[in-house]
């Protein structure tokens, strides 16, 4: 896997203060995109264990207590991102105890393969689908377009 940008700290991409992570790889190609740069798959750089590692330490750390991570992108259930994503969230339930994960992607939640339920079986918010031009809504809170669900699952 791939990412763009991580973010250690961060109040703009969900809620409270958080960490953040954009993965690379999208296959959805929504008209509008605002992260175009994500969506090949070997664009950015290795997510490696150093910074899998620092992820962790970051979350629990006390020095700025942060609320949680987003994982965003690209599209972190892209099938080639299952892996290293399924790995880390594990982590972060195993090691990071009470700290929340919201993911965002492009799939939509009735159509994900049983390798991204078990991703999405580990976090706690889910914003679901597509960017769509035609539904964008900027009074809208976490999601671009009125498709978009928040999907609350723990
Ligand atoms: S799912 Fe997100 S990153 Fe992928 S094309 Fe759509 S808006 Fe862009």
Request: charged share 25%; aromatic share 8%.
């Amino acid at each position: 896997m791939n990412y763009h940008q991580y973010y250690p700290v961060d109040v703009v991409n969900g809620p409270g203060t958080r960490c953040t992570l954009f993965v690379s790889g999208c296959e959805h190609q929504c008209p509008g995109c605002y992260n175009q740069s994500t969506w090949r798959l070997n664009s950015g750089h290795p997510f490696t264990p150093e910074l899998e590692d620092r992820i962790i330490a970051d979350l629990q750390s006390t020095t700025i207590p942060l609320q949680g991570i987003s994982l965003s992108g690209g599209d972190p259930l892209h099938p080639q991102n299952i892996p290293e994503m399924l790995r880390l969230v594990r982590r972060i339930r195993a090691e990071c105890p009470g700290k929340d994960i919201w993911m965002w992607t492009g799939y939509r939640m009735d159509e994900l393969t049983p390798e991204q339920k078990e991703v999405v079986d580990l976090i706690n918010v889910l914003v679901d689908g597509k960017f769509e031009q035609e539904r964008r809504d900027l009074t809208l809170v976490w999601r671009g377009s009125r498709n978009q669900v928040i999907h609350h699952l723990r």
